[in-house]
């Protein structure tokens, strides 16, 4: 392809980590042997489908993360070794928040101001302590700074951050309650800025259990960083016994299981697998969305961190019944550990012959990458995932076609949930009938729930279906002494408010219907009455707002009036009805108009918040 | 993109659906945006275009579609055998009002075409409707881009329908100069770093003006006389002719004005452009302008746009 670059080149520093990071993949020195369409349109004929446009995500990560930075030299460089155009790939990143496309390199903190932890109570403290210091957002001082952060899913550890560094190629989480007894937060976060420096070793979240069944799930996942030890303990068992049978098989079992989508759609897994295994295609693919952003989610950071091999399992079982001979795993940059993790298990797996090149342990060789995220909520949008991964911006596509048919590459594509593919380990291990055992009849099964916000005990719970609001709040120990529940988020910043009124609502899809209410990825988010609920509804118009693409109308500007329309009504005590009429019909259209789930739930939490959790008026709010 | 053209189209085989109450037909594979206006049912589009790949973002065609959950973008939307549609209920009129004047509210859009007055008419578009004092309201206020001899581009008039970056792209042009930069209402269209297109990869075959709905791209020109308040369409005839440069045989149309030449496109629905041209046949026509002058108003000179200048 004839492409023309501007003058800028990278130094000669950038140059050798972009050949370097290159020559890592096993990349040749050129594309030239892959024609023009399938370099651009990644349809190439190959079984391997490495062309170059993927690696354009994956490369910026490697400038970025020596770099501080991507600079247009950079930009070029890598380009033009991908054959791409440079206007694109400056495209590409300038969509995803954690790129810093400038000629300057900065440490930043990103600090989670999202509800979860504003509803934890430790948002303002914080960032009012840090202004008052002498450090205002997004202003460097000495190379560091900070910056506020969409929902870090570190909201039952909160308050934490996530600390980039040039030089450091992950980024890592920085715990900034490390010594909380001794001094406050923001002494903490301020240290860091000037040193750069984090000691704490990353804590782990265990998992809870309500209701009065046995562990399902947790048993699954229970702690295990060690191949052998999760071998000894029977991993990998139900892979071979999966392999024994036939894809149709598995599918009817996982049918027969009433397993559904765990990500916040709830769609019937088994009719997903059966849709992808009959496309006539010779290539299929599975792809495992772990880009968990839904402002307080956190369960599938916790399965990755417990026990990443359980997920691969999985997977390697997923593929199987799907037909898919490769698998990817997209998971959020700002689950550094949770990356690492799985980076790690995969190397053993891999080694242990159970995936990687065929060979008696694995036939067909199926195979697992890793791709990493680089701060966008849109990402977890399938499509927009799917793109992601193929280099573009995170833009979701127009469904249909539906990935089922055209997915990853143009080729049929199963996207699933971490934890629902956990769900399907365990069917495997135990049958469809002891699945139904426990939960409800439209939604068999447990479910972890991501608990925070005003709570005892913030953490993942695993609760059988039909579980009430109430015993699950109770479970995590009900509210702090002294606390009074003011309204619950479910389903998270996509989801639903819901009052006193509805703590008896069961959590199944039955009772979500019946309460109007939506289960999303199993947030529930306690708030009482001592949090600003005006900031909180900011907080959620601003979130949308900052997070969409900006492909449809609906969504790009809609989300910008939302939030405007709110500022304004909640700029007065008794807002005009003409206002509140204006938002909802916004709230109407983004639902109605918009090409994807963000725009299409980007207005449900501030309608709920508004009409039926009454949070505009002021008894019991301090705000 | 299928190819819709009549004499394809009778080949086809007629399905049958409903739209507004009536009994219809269409070729399968159409579109339902095809499939209605073959059937006399007018729609509203502006990201759509015929010769383009459909983006289906600007949301304006949206239709009520029996069975699902939102309204569907019919510009992208396949028709299916018995397919219950419909144009004009209250839902449909509601999202197309509103999301006119949500691009009202944010973009310049006083250079659309006659149609989308019309439906902005049509629809009852409040063009105030957001201005309601106490917050700001947030528009698009890039200054005009002034970068080349040829054209300008005018992104506070930019309602980012992504045609120019298709037909700078794959759907045309296959030279990639510009692309969608940031995220959300901050995404605009732009080369790398913002480089001035003299020096990104931009060829001036002006194949993204003749695309662009809104006239935030415009020939210098358009441009000046518009600055000048001497744009008169009424004083303006467009002849059609073939350009003399090679032996392709693009048509062109001229727009005439005062007996100077101030534009030249091509018919959209011509079977060797498809509406594109090339930098000769776009902006090479000033020499006949010159007749009896001395000074070129506006020499196209390839020495100077490949050095950038201004």
Avoid at chain 1, 177 to 189: G, K, W, Y
Avoid at chain 1, 454 to 465: I, K, L, Q, T
Avoid at chain 1, 546 to 561: D, N
């Amino acid at each position: 392809m004839d492409l023309k670059y501007t003058q800028a080149s990278p130094t000669p520093d950038e140059k050798n980590a972009i050949d370097g990071f290159l020559r890592e993949q096993g990349i040749p020195d050129s594309f030239a042997t892959l024609s023009d369409a399938e370099m651009r349109m990644g349809t190439s004929s190959v079984a391997d489908v490495r062309v170059a446009r993927q690696y354009v995500l994956p490369g910026l990560h490697s400038i970025q993360s020596q770099f501080g930075c991507v600079t247009p030299g950079a930009i070029n460089w890598l380009a033009m070794r991908l054959g791409q155009p440079a206007a694109e790939v400056y495209g590409t990143a300038t969509f995803y928040s954690l790129f810093e496309v400038a000629e300057d390199a900065v440490a930043t903190l990103h600090i989670c101001d999202d509800i979860g932890c504003r509803a934890a109570g430790t948002v303002d403290p914080l960032l009012n302590g840090l202004a008052v210091a002498g450090y205002p957002e997004d202003t460097p001082c000495n190379g560091a700074r900070w910056k506020r952060s969409p929902c870090l899913g570190l909201c039952a550890q909160s308050p934490a951050a996530y600390f980039t560094t040039p030089g450091n190629s992950a980024g890592t989480i920085a715990w900034l309650d490390l010594d909380n007894a001794v001094r406050p937060n923001t002494e903490t976060a301020i240290s860091l800025l000037q040193t750069g420096l984090i000691n704490a070793a990353p804590r782990l979240l265990s998992i809870g259990l309500a209701g009065a069944d046995p562990p399902r799930l947790s048993t699954l996942i229970k702690f295990t960083l060690n191949l052998n030890l999760y071998l000894e303990d029977g991993g990998f068992q139900a892979l071979k016994r999966a392999r024994t049978f036939t894809p149709i098989q598995l599918i009817d079992e996982i049918d027969k299981s009433g397993l559904t989508g765990r990500g916040g759609a709830g769609f019937p897994t088994g009719r997903k697998w059966r849709a992808v295994l009959a496309e006539k295609s010779p290539i299929r693919y599975l792809v495992c969305n772990a880009d968990e952003s839904e402002p307080g989610t956190f369960k599938d950071r916790t399965i990755i961190e417990n026990n990443p091999y359980s997920l691969i399992e999985a997977m390697a079982i997923a593929g199987h019944a799907c037909g898919a001979k490769k698998g990817w795993i997209y998971i959020r940059a700002e689950y550094p550990e949770a990356a690492a993790r799985l980076r790690k298990a995969l190397a053993e797996v891999r080694t242990a012959g159970l995936i990687g090149a065929a060979g008696a342990e694995n036939e067909i060789g199926f195979d697992i990458e890793l791709s990493v995220g680089a701060g966008a909520y849109i990402c977890g949008e399938e499509t927009a995932l799917l793109n992601s991964i193929e280099g573009k911006r995170g833009e979701p596509r127009n469904k249909p076609p539906f990935p089922s048919v055209s997915g990853l590459f143009g080729k049929p594509t199963a996207v699933n949930n971490v934890e629902t593919l956990i769900n399907a380990l365990w069917i495997v291990k135990h049958g469809a009938d002891a699945y139904r055992e426990v939960g409800t009849a439209q939604s068999p099964g447990t479910r972890l729930f991501s608990l925070s916000g005003s709570v005892v005990a913030p953490g993942v719970y695993e609760a059988p279906h039909g579980i009430t609001l109430r015993q699950l709040i109770v479970t995590a120990g009900g509210l702090p002494q002294g606390k009074q529940l003011r309204c619950v988020l479910l389903g998270g910043a996509a989801g639903v408010f819901v009052g006193l009124e509805d703590l008896d609502t069961e959590l199944s899809s039955e009772g979500a219907r019946a309460g109007n209410v939506t289960l999303g990825s199993g947030v529930v988010m306690v708030f009482d009455t001592s949090t600003d609920m005006r900031a909180v509804l900011k907080r959620i118009a601003e979130f949308f707002r900052h997070e969409s693409c900006g492909q449809c109308v609906p969504c790009r500007i809609g989300t910008v009036r939302q939030e405007e329309a709110l500022k304004r009504i909640l700029h007065t005590e008794t807002p005009l009805q003409e206002e509140i009429e204006l938002l909802n019909q916004l709230g109407s259209v983004m639902c109605d108009a918009s090409i994807c789930g963000l725009g299409q739930t980007a207005s449900s939490a501030i309608q709920s918040g508004i009409h039926r959790a009454k949070l505009l008026k002021s008894e019991g709010n301090n705000g | 993109m299928a190819d819709l053209s009549l004499e394809t189209t009778t080949k086809m085989e007629l399905i049958p659906f409903g739209a507004d109450g009536r009994e219809l037909s269409a070729p399968s594979g159409s579109t339902i945006l095809h499939a209605l206006r073959l059937n006399g049912i007018e729609t509203p589009t502006l990201c759509y275009l015929e010769t383009l790949t459909p983006v289906s973002v600007c949301r304006v065609c949206v239709v009520e579609l029996d069975g699902n959950r939102t309204l569907v973008p019919s510009c992208s939307r396949l028709l299916e055998a018995g397919m219950r549609i419909q144009t004009d209920s209250p839902r449909v009129r509601l999202a197309r009002k509103l999301v006119l004047e949500l691009l009202v509210s944010a973009v310049d859009m006083s250079l659309v075409n006659e149609d989308t007055r019309a439906w902005m008419h049509f629809y009852g578009v409040d063009e105030q409707r957001f201005e309601r004092g106490a917050v700001p309201v947030a528009r698009s206020t890039e200054p005009v881009i002034e970068d080349n001899p040829l054209f300008v581009r005018d992104y506070s008039k930019c309602m980012l329908c992504y045609k120019c970056v298709e037909a700078c792209g794959t759907d045309a042009q296959n030279t990639f100069a510009i692309s969608i930069k940031g995220r959300g209402f901050g995404a605009s269209v732009s080369t790398e770093f913002s480089v001035s297109l003299a020096e990104s990869a931009c060829v001036f075959c002006g194949n993204c003006i003749a695309v662009c709905p809104t006239g935030a791209l415009m020939p210098i020109t358009e441009y000046r006389l518009r600055n000048e308040a001497n744009w008169r369409p009424e004083d303006q005839t467009v002849t059609r002719t073939v350009c003399p440069f090679c032996g392709v045989g693009c048509n062109l149309e001229l727009t005439v004005q005062d007996n100077r030449i101030i534009k030249a496109t091509s018919p959209q629905d011509h079977s060797i452009t498809h509406g594109s041209l090339c930098i000769k046949g776009r902006f090479g026509w000033e020499f006949i302008n010159q007749r009896g002058e001395e000074q070129p108003v506006n020499s196209v000179d390839q020495t100077t746009m490949r050095d950038g200048h201004e």
